[in-house]
């Protein structure tokens, strides 16, 4: 451990944050692997799948929030608060986005073909993520995708309002927190006209979707705005870092243990209750997490921050296990154990996630030079 009396740096930078998309990353695997319903039948036959690890899982579904608090954080830092041009830059993100996802979903038709499950007539609606169930989906997670492009192509707007008006935390809250909330909760009960529930996707729902999660976005965005993190280190660093890391496990602990009681009392209600209470606890969740890791402080730690920065791939990749390829699922339970479960599937995606990071970047490179007339350099 490095010395115990150095304070932390009162920033959130890049490498913190692929080191906290990395546990987001752990936790999202430990909630589809243990948390939910995907495992189908193989969970019964795990020691202890169904007990304390089921608890945990469930809690683990907060690491949505995580990855979104970071996009929300790094897209102001890099574009809402900078002059850059934003039709270049917002074309960039999505080509980023895009060709990562379209490698996964290429290789996800080729198995589904291969296993004669192909359906080429939600071609149109995968390619571009118009659907956000998992029943149309070739890669199952690619909901997130849509979510995802939604709010780079939203950047603009924000960042004309922002030019506008003039800073103020509480009218930034309504605008960006409570005002899309109400929306999105508001579009659950809307009584769907028949065109809708007739058409290919449900516009309503995507829509729903989109206006639920953003306040979790939005959260990244104010944090990178208000120095929030930065204020919350001046005082922190007054105190013992030992004190501060017990007491920041306390609340990520307790924080967890209230989501899992939140989404089992609101289970069947169709109210996405995880979302809701992410609202309300993720900024305290997300300042915990990020004091944890600032003072618990590693020589040498490469794994978190690569898993954070490969986290896309593994997390579109590892639908090939779940629910649609669901036969494949043998290969990463037969440990039997929990925990050697998860990093068995760790390993097992890597080489996967390394080629589609390798032809990613190039064709990323490649595209970005033609359309846009941009720099080879990577995007972050």
């Not at 009584?191 to 639920?212: G, Q, T």
């Not at 243990?257 to 009392?265: A, G, N």
């Not at 997390?315 to 929990?338: A, D, H, V, Y």
Request: hydrophobic share 50%; with cysteine.
């Amino acid at each position: 451990m490095n010395d115990l009396n150095s304070l932390v740096v009162p920033e959130i930078t890049v490498e913190k944050t692929d080191r906290f998309k990395g546990i987001a990353l752990i936790m999202m695997f430990w909630h589809h692997l243990f948390g939910c319903d995907m495992l189908n039948n193989w969970s019964a036959t795990i020691p202890g799948a169904e007990g304390f690890a089921y608890v945990i899982g469930a809690s683990c579904n907060i690491c949505v929030s995580m990855f979104l608090f970071c996009s929300g954080y790094g897209m102001y830092k890099t574009y809402i608060s900078k002059e850059k041009a934003p039709g270049k830059y917002v074309l960039r993100r999505l080509i980023k986005t895009f060709i990562s996802y379209w490698l996964i979903m290429l290789f996800a038709i080729i198995y589904l073909i291969i296993v004669k499950r192909f359906e080429p007539r939600y071609l149109l609606i995968n390619l571009f993520v118009l659907y956000t169930y998992d029943d149309k989906l070739y890669v199952s997670f690619a909901w997130f995708i849509m979510i995802y492009a939604s709010y780079i192509l939203l950047l603009p707007l924000v960042r004309t309002i922002e030019r506008k008006k003039k800073g103020n935390a509480l009218i930034d809250i309504i605008l960006y927190v409570v005002l899309p909330l109400v929306i999105g909760i508001s579009l659950a009960f809307v009584k769907r006209p028949e065109v809708i529930r007739n058409a290919p996707f449900d516009l309503f729902d995507d829509l729903h979707k989109v206006m639920s999660w953003f306040p979790l976005f939005a959260y990244g965005m104010l944090f990178a705005k208000y120095k929030t993190y930065e204020h919350v280190c001046k005082h922190t660093n007054k105190h013992s870092r030992i004190l501060i890391v017990i007491l920041c496990l306390l609340v990520i602990g307790y924080i967890l243990y209230l989501r899992f009681y939140i989404d089992t009392v609101f289970s069947g209600t169709g109210i996405n209750a995880g979302c809701l209470s992410d609202v309300f606890f993720s900024p305290v969740f997300i300042c915990a997490v990020f004091l944890a890791l600032d003072n618990i402080r590693v020589r040498s730690n490469y794994l978190l921050p690569f898993l954070g920065e490969k986290s896309l791939y593994y997390w579109l990749f590892s639908s090939m296990f779940f629910k649609n390829t669901s036969e494949l699922q043998f290969l990463i339970t037969w440990p039997r154990i929990t925990v050697l479960i998860l990093i068995w599937t760790f390993i097992l995606l890597t080489p996967f996630v390394f080629g589609f990071s390798y032809i990613s970047d190039k064709l990323i490179k490649v595209i970005s030079v033609k359309l846009l007339n941009a720099k080879t350099s990577k995007v972050k």
